[in-house]
C-alpha cells in the first residue's frame, strides 16, 4: 500500500495543463451532497477531465444506482486545518509514536498539503445512492478514520458486511474503468491528474497542479 507520505509521491513532477474547474451544481447529471458545502462552493468543484469521468463512471453503473459526490476542490488552508488538526488529535491519543509513524498514520487519512489531490481539483469524495438519494452501505461512513472503524474504511477491508463489500466493488469497477485512481485507505477518495494517480499509472508527470 503506498501512502501519500512516500517520497515517491512527493517526487512526481508536476505540472499544469490548465484545465478549468467546473461546478458540479451545474451539471444535472451527478447528485451532489451538501455536507461539506463551503461559502465559496469550492466543495462542489472540479477539473473538467475529472466530472467526465464521473459522467462515464455513473453510466457504468448497474440500473437504479447513481454516484453521489461529497466533496472537490479543496482550498489549501482547508486542507492544512484539517491535516494539523488531525494529526494533533492523533498525537494526544498516542503519545508513544514516534514523529515519523504519527506523520504517516496521519496521512492514512489526509494529505500533506504539499501533495494534496484535493487541492488540485483532480480528487473527488464519493459513494453510491439510489435514485431517490439513499445512501447504499459501504461498510462505513465517507470520512471515517481508520482509528475509529478498526480500519474498515480501507477500501479493500474485510471486516466489513458481505452487501457493502459488494457495494465497494460496483463503486470501484465503476470509477478504474472510467480511469480513476482509489487512495486505499479511503473507499471514498478517487482521483486523476495528481501526484498519486501519476505515479499509480506511471504518468510521467501530473496533469493538474495545486490551484
Same mark, same amino acid.
Given at each position: 500500500?503506498?501512502?501519500?507520505?512516500?517520497?515517491?509521491?512527493?517526487?512526481?513532477?508536476?505540472?499544469?495543463?490548465?484545465?478549468?474547474?467546473?461546478?458540479? %451544481?451545474? &451539471?444535472? $447529471?451527478?447528485? *451532489?451532497?451538501?455536507?461539506? #458545502?463551503? @461559502? +465559496? !462552493?469550492?466543495?462542489?468543484? /472540479?477539473? %473538467?477531465? &475529472?466530472? $467526465?469521468?464521473? *459522467?462515464?463512471?455513473?453510466? #457504468?453503473? @448497474? +440500473? !437504479?444506482?447513481?454516484?453521489? /459526490?461529497?466533496?472537490?476542490?479543496?482550498?489549501?488552508?482547508?486542507?492544512?486545518?484539517?491535516?494539523?488538526?488531525?494529526?494533533?488529535?492523533?498525537?494526544?491519543?498516542?503519545?508513544?509514536?514516534?514523529?515519523?509513524?504519527?506523520?504517516?498514520?496521519?496521512?492514512?487519512?489526509?494529505?500533506?498539503?504539499?501533495?494534496?489531490?484535493?487541492?488540485?481539483?483532480?480528487?473527488?469524495?464519493?459513494?453510491?445512492?439510489?435514485?431517490?438519494?439513499?445512501?447504499?452501505?459501504?461498510?462505513?461512513?465517507?470520512?471515517?478514520?481508520?482509528?475509529?472503524?478498526?480500519?474498515?474504511?480501507?477500501?479493500?477491508?474485510?471486516?466489513?458486511?458481505?452487501?457493502?463489500?459488494?457495494?465497494?466493488?460496483?463503486?470501484?469497477?465503476?470509477?478504474?474503468?472510467?480511469?480513476?485512481?482509489?487512495?486505499?485507505?479511503?473507499?471514498?477518495?478517487?482521483?486523476?491528474?495528481?501526484?498519486?494517480?501519476?505515479?499509480?499509472?506511471?504518468?510521467?508527470?501530473?496533469?493538474?497542479?495545486?490551484?
Amino acid at each position: 500500500m503506498i501512502l501519500l507520505s512516500d517520497p515517491r509521491v512527493a517526487a512526481v513532477p508536476s505540472s499544469d495543463d490548465g484545465e478549468p474547474l467546473v461546478d458540479l %451544481r451545474e &451539471v444535472p $447529471e451527478l447528485r *451532489l451532497d451538501t455536507r461539506a #458545502a463551503d @461559502p +465559496a !462552493g469550492a466543495y462542489a468543484r /472540479v477539473r %473538467r477531465g &475529472v466530472a $467526465e469521468r464521473l *459522467l462515464a463512471a455513473q453510466r #457504468a453503473l @448497474p +440500473a !437504479g444506482l447513481r454516484l453521489l /459526490v461529497v466533496e472537490g476542490y479543496r482550498p489549501h488552508h482547508v486542507q492544512r486545518d484539517i491535516f494539523t488538526g488531525y494529526r494533533e488529535e492523533l498525537r494526544r491519543r498516542y503519545p508513544q509514536w514516534s514523529a515519523g509513524r504519527l506523520h504517516r498514520e496521519t496521512t492514512k487519512f489526509v494529505s500533506p498539503v504539499e501533495v494534496a489531490p484535493h487541492s488540485t481539483g483532480g480528487a473527488v469524495d464519493l459513494t453510491l445512492c439510489d435514485l431517490d438519494g439513499v445512501e447504499l452501505d459501504m461498510g462505513t461512513a465517507v470520512d471515517a478514520t481508520p482509528e475509529a472503524s478498526a480500519d474498515a474504511c480501507f477500501t479493500a477491508a474485510g471486516n466489513i458486511p458481505a452487501a457493502a463489500r459488494r457495494n465497494r466493488q460496483i463503486l470501484v469497477a465503476a470509477l478504474t474503468g472510467a480511469g480513476m485512481v482509489n487512495y486505499p485507505t479511503e473507499w471514498w477518495h478517487w482521483s486523476y491528474g495528481d501526484r498519486y494517480w501519476a505515479l499509480m499509472t506511471g504518468a510521467p508527470a501530473t496533469r493538474y497542479g495545486p490551484r
